[in-house]
């Protein structure tokens, strides 16, 4: 069997290892290395915010216009919304009669006030004014 030479690089990778182990300085390259890498991920964010702030500088002028807009429109529709208000039958009675009555047609028991009272007739209610059906 030949015999093999003993390789003359390792005495000097062994003493430059144990110099930098006893030094620190492995260490010191462990840590330059993590140091690159938290650079190269703030690089990364800053693009991100980079690319944030473009679309935001396409966006802002959209809605900007979108506001003058819908401004525009609500000083155009705003006169024919009060001619509107004005109309027979339009009012806020109105609007909550017709939530009652939807409301009774969907709930299957009876509201408080409904069919007979006590007296056997319609629950009425006394107010300053007199007497008059009770319209909770």
């Known amino acids: 069997m030949p015999r093999v030479p003993p390789n003359p690089i390792t005495p000097i ?3 430059v290892e144990r110099v930098l182990h006893e030094t620190g300085l492995a ?6 290395s993590s140091i690159d890498d938290l650079t190269a991920e703030v690089q990364q964010v800053y693009k991100r915010v980079d690319d944030i702030e473009q679309r935001m500088e396409q966006i802002v002028p959209l809605l ?10 609500e000083r155009e529709i705003s006169p024919i ?7 027979p039958g339009s009012g806020i009675r109105e609007r909550r009669r017709q939530r009652k009555a939807l409301a009774r ?3 299957p028991t009876p509201w408080p006030g409904e069919g007979d009272g006590p007296a056997g007739g319609p629950r009425r209610m006394v107010g300053p004014t007199g007497s008059g059906p009770d319209e909770r």
């Open 27 to 32: 260490d010191f390259g462990r840590s330059v």
């Open 64 to 73: 900007e216009r979108l506001v003058l807009v819908a401004e525009e429109l």
């Open 13 to 15: 990778r062994e003493t």
């Open 105 to 107: 047609a969907a709930s």
């Open 81 to 87: 919304s009060r001619l509107v208000s004005k109309l």
